[in-house]
């Protein structure tokens, strides 16, 4: 009696350990959410040189069944210029109004993470800006019955962070040099002071009161 107990509780022990085991071994399959990516080309666009850059957006599906998209691009039109879109060879794409724009995967369902289109601007005024996404859905077809399809909201949705300089304009601070030159030249002193009045106010009045 005491033997089949002791046997029992072997058992128990050996289904425990067996049970933990398999679940501590077995890979852990997550299942990835849909989402869209931004990725600029360049992050700082110089108004002095080549003002155009791409933001290329890429899909991935998350495992989903899906087979287009749509979405809103924002920017602001006081830093940047929007200058339309380019779809992928392998997608479809058309745009209600100005960036707002619909893509559909040729041929079947998107399989994996990839470009679909490439938004193209140009740098317009010296600021900062962030090109972001919204309004964004995806369309799931039913894998029973492929003529249903839904929109899925996405969550994961990239941006692009574009700065834009202009390195033509040059700051104006060469003036130290210029003032000493002015206090010790006399006459010549003043001569350069006349030349630099239209670019440095702050030197030319005390250089002026001096002079008198």
């Keep these: 009696m005491m033997g089949g107990k002791k046997n029992l509780r072997i058992l128990r022990v050996a289904i425990f350990v067996t049970i933990f085991a398999c679940l501590s071994l077995s890979p852990i399959i997550a299942l990835a959410a849909p989402s869209i990516s931004l990725e600029a080309d360049r992050s700082t666009i110089d108004l002095g040189g080549n003002k155009n850059f791409q933001v290329k957006v890429n899909v991935d599906p998350g495992g989903e069944n899906v087979t287009g998209f749509r979405m809103d691009v924002n920017f602001s039109t006081e830093v940047l210029e929007y200058q339309g879109s380019q779809n992928a060879s392998d997608y479809f ?102 030349q630099n009045s239209h670019t440095s106010s702050i030197v030319a009045k005390p250089l002026a009161l001096f002079l008198k």
Excluded at 141 to 149: A, G, H, Q, W
Aim: hydrophobic share 30%; charged share 15%; with cysteine.
């Design 93 to 194: 794409c058309f745009e209600e109004s100005l960036a707002k724009i619909n893509c559909a995967k040729k041929g079947g369902s998107i399989t994996s993470n990839g470009l679909a289109v490439t938004l193209n601007f140009k740098g317009r005024n010296v600021g900062v800006d962030t090109i972001t996404l919204s309004n964004v859905r995806m369309i799931q077809v039913d894998p029973i019955d492929t003529s249903k399809s839904k929109d899925i909201t996405i969550s994961a949705i990239g941006s692009a962070q574009i700065s834009v300089i202009d390195g033509s304009v040059q700051p104006v601070n060469q003036t130290s040099g210029q003032a000493s030159g002015q206090s010790s030249g006399g006459s010549s002193g003043q001569s350069s002071t006349s």
